[in-house]
């Protein structure tokens, strides 16, 4: 990936079935458990799991609350997953983007490469990388626990 890009790409391997992995990037309550940097603040979910579906994100953080939100455009379970992704309230980006997942059996569970694409600046794409690769490995340790 170019430093300059608008685009971001993560490959991660989760220890876990693509059905599994797939129900923890849309499930609500597994959300809640692993879609924050910050593992003690507080998330609400709520998920309309179609195409055409919305779903938001309430994260806690130092002054308040943001929310990222959007809108479904393919969810083909357990093999691939795209959406909008906005923020609302306070959060400096007013670009929506789009976030395409797709997971696949690999050794060791479920390979995810996820692809973001859209942000108005590098800085956005910089933010949203650290972010991204944080609530990554938090899912891996979720899904550890089973």
């Given at each position: 990936?170019?430093?300059?890009?608008?685009?971001?790409?993560?490959?991660?391997?989760?220890?876990?079935?693509?059905?599994?992995?797939?129900?923890?990037?849309?499930?609500?309550?597994?959300?809640?458990?692993?879609?924050?940097p910050d593992p003690n603040a507080g998330v609400e979910v709520d998920v309309d799991l179609r195409v055409g579906g919305r779903y938001s994100i309430c994260l806690e953080v130092e002054?308040?609350?943001?929310?990222?939100?959007?809108?479904?455009?393919?969810?083909?379970?357990?093999?691939?997953?795209?959406?909008?992704?906005?923020?609302?309230?306070?959060?400096?980006?007013?670009?929506?983007?789009?976030?395409?997942?797709?997971?696949?059996?690999?050794?060791?569970?479920?390979?995810?490469?996820?692809?973001?694409?859209?942000?108005?600046?590098?800085?956005?794409?910089?933010?949203?990388?650290?972010?991204?690769?944080?609530?990554?490995?938090?899912?891996?340790?979720?899904?550890?626990?089973?």
């Amino acid at each position: 990936m170019s430093r300059n890009s608008t685009s971001l790409h993560l490959l991660s391997t989760i220890p876990a079935t693509p059905d599994q992995v797939f129900g923890a990037w849309t499930g609500r309550k597994k959300m809640e458990r692993w879609t924050h940097p910050d593992p003690n603040a507080g998330v609400e979910v709520d998920v309309d799991l179609r195409v055409g579906g919305r779903y938001s994100i309430c994260l806690e953080v130092e002054d308040g609350h943001v929310t990222a939100h959007g809108t479904y455009r393919e969810v083909d379970p357990p093999r691939r997953l795209v959406y909008t992704w906005s923020w609302k309230e306070p959060h400096p980006m007013r670009a929506e983007t789009l976030v395409t997942l797709e997971f696949a059996r690999a050794e060791g569970g479920t390979e995810i490469r996820l692809s973001h694409d859209g942000f108005p600046t590098v800085d956005d794409r910089e933010g949203h990388e650290v972010g991204w690769n944080i609530c990554l490995e938090r899912l891996v340790d979720l899904m550890s626990e089973r």
